[in-house]
């Protein structure tokens, strides 16, 4: 069985920072993709940024320049280092994962239970 456990949101001024980590427990053979999401209230989740098992990343570009994902392989965790926050910023943060559990033949999607960062102007 795999569990996802994220930590790190809260409230934050604008121009602040935050970190989020993302760690997976379990049975877990490996991990491919590892991401975050977000989804401010009414409206829907949306990609935040990604980063591929080579260390690869991704970032929408509402983020570049500002946040920096990053992953630390042994210990099955992802980070979002959040800097320059704006109001526009505040939402529920979810990471997922591809990750192959011990058990199964396939990998697929896990999901955080999610963490809100709220940014006050």
């Known amino acids: 069985q795999v569990q996802l456990v994220e930590s790190g949101g809260g409230l934050v001024q604008t121009g602040g920072s935050l970190r989020l980590s993302c760690a997976a427990s379990g049975s877990i053979f490996s991990i491919n993709d590892m991401g975050w999401y977000r989804q401010a209230p009414g409206k829907q989740r949306e990609f935040v940024a990604v980063i591929g098992k080579g260390g690869t990343t991704t970032y929408a570009d509402s983020v570049k320049g500002r946040f920096t994902i990053s992953r630390d392989n042994a210990k099955n965790t992802v980070y979002l280092l959040m800097n320059s926050l704006k109001p526009d910023d505040t939402a529920v943060y979810y990471c997922?994962?591809?990750?192959?559990?011990?058990?199964?033949?396939?990998?697929?999607?896990?999901w955080g239970q999610g963490t809100q960062v709220t940014v006050s102007s």
């Open positions: 997922k994962l591809r990750i192959r559990a011990a058990s199964a033949f396939f990998e697929r999607t896990y």
